[in-house]
């Protein structure tokens, strides 16, 4: 290998390469099913070359920069957003059993962020761990919609003090913009727009107000909406919609 070249971990490598995640990736290479020119590499960790210099192969099959492949799903409710659960509920995955791609199975993809077991909605995945950083990138990626039942019926005070936020366990939590969709006798549906994405963050904002989340649905990541996307339905995004989400994707002043 020369003096000087740009070096990554195998699994790293194949994850970059878009064909399975970073541990999955770790997983096969522990089971010795990678072979790096030739010879079978058990380290995760053992640096390749970039600009393809070395042969890398699984299960014999040397493999190849896998096509960049990108989807929304309509996420439902109670589904967990992970490829394994170690309680064995139902994963996101679920929606995808029996999907092709090309004729062939779907091709491993990952999830772009994530939604709780119990909120619903638009949900991006893809083999291009690049893109999915500028798209969940806390500082600069799109802005996010959600659309959210409470169990009060929220004035303006409260609207304005969303927007103002609270310090929750050191994070700073607040909504770029929230308002009212419609009352009823008890509840209400808000619009929440969020510009940063942490952990529940709409559920811990809320409930440093005493109010309790009843549904979440998330409509809209930048300008790319859920629309009448099915329920547990998905879709390919086409490269306008790729090449959009990065356009909106740009560190706030």
């Known amino acids: 290998m020369a003096a000087g070249a740009p070096r990554h971990g195998l699994a790293r490598v194949l994850s970059k390469r878009g064909v399975c995640s970073r541990t999955e990736a770790a997983r096969w290479i522990a089971a010795g099913r990678v072979s790096v020119d030739g010879r079978i590499v058990r380290d995760p960790e053992f640096p390749i070359a970039g600009h ?18 990108y989807l929304m799903l309509n996420k439902p ?4 957003t992970t490829a394994r659960d170690e309680r064995s509920r139902d994963t996101v995955y679920r929606c995808f059993e029996g999907a092709q791609w090309q004729g062939q199975p779907l091709p491993w993809l990952a999830p772009v962020g994530r939604l709780d077991q119990a909120s619903e909605g638009l949900l991006l995945f893809c083999n291009d761990p690049e893109w999915a950083a500028r798209i969940t990138d806390p500082q600069a990626g ?10 009060t019926i929220p004035d303006d005070a409260l609207l304005a003090a969303l927007m103002v936020g609270v310090k929750h366990e050191g994070d700073t939590l607040r909504a770029q913009s929230a308002r009212v969709l419609r009352v009823g006798e008890r509840n ?3 619009e929440i727009v969020l510009d940063e994405g942490r952990n529940r963050q709409i559920r811990r904002l809320l409930a440093a107000f005493g109010i309790e989340v ?3 649905v998330r409509v809209a990541i930048g300008e790319l909406v859920l629309g009448d996307l099915s329920k547990g339905q998905w879709r390919w995004l086409d490269a306008e919609e790729v090449a959009a989400l990065v356009r909106q994707s740009v560190p706030r002043g």
């Open 52 to 69: 393809g210099r070395q042969r890398i192969a699984v299960d014999g099959r040397e493999i190849d920069e896998a096509a960049r492949l």
């Open 188 to 190: 209400a549906w808000l």
């Open 77 to 80: 409710r109670g589904l967990v």
């Open 214 to 216: 009843l549904r979440l």
């Open 142 to 151: 799109p802005d996010k919609t959600y659309h959210v039942q409470v169990d």
